[in-house]
């Protein structure tokens, strides 16, 4: 059963266009969110998290949203650069104290010059 | 500052023979340990977590064990590999007190 899903395996969108990555979760639990971006070959590195009592939160060119309702969370890139290609993974955890994620499998993000 | 370190970065091992990764963290003590796996398209798993030395929790069963013989050393072996135990293997860290994890480099396991 998978918990958090990322259904959109891959997208492209063009550099200085805003960038949509989507995750959804099934379990009302989750109680905490994290983006992570992955190159080939490397570990991934952590881009942005949101706490459950908030709907959104930015950091520069990225912002993520979320809509508790919906079971839904949302990565937006603006603008889109070609750097920002990579594998992005949403994980999520409601189990405090052990800080276990359960991980989509991840959106292959391209962005075209 | 903090580093995580993994190896080795490659490994390509046959069916049947035993298998040893290993990651360290330098510049925190007593930190969460993680190990994961990412098979060929498909997420991150989480296979075994460590909230302090000897002290070991699986996530998944299989052919696979961990050990934390010092606070910031893990380890990840089987004492025979499987062809589905291929992958890209992950350890990862973090502050008891703080959600974010950080990962290692990894390693790229392929069974033959």
Redesign the interface.
Known sequence: DQQ?K?NSPSLSVQEGRISILNCDYTNSMFD?F?W?KKYP??????LI?ISSIKDKNEDGRFTVFLNKSAKHLSLHIVPSQPGDSAVY?C?A?GHSG?????????TRLKVLA | SQTIH?WPATLVQPVGSPLSLECTVEGTSNP?LYW?RQAA??????LF?S?GIGQI?S?VPQNLSASRPQDRQFILSSKKLLLSDSGFY?C?W?V?V?????????T?LTVT
């Open positions: 958090v990322q905490y994290l992570y070959a490397e570990g991934p590195t952590f998290s993974f994980a955890s052990t800080y276990k994620y359960i991980f989509g499998t991840g | 993994q969460n994961y398209g498909r997420g991150l798993q989480l977590y909230v929790s996530e992950l990862a973090s008891k703080s959600y974010e994890q950080y990962f290692g480099p990894g790229r």
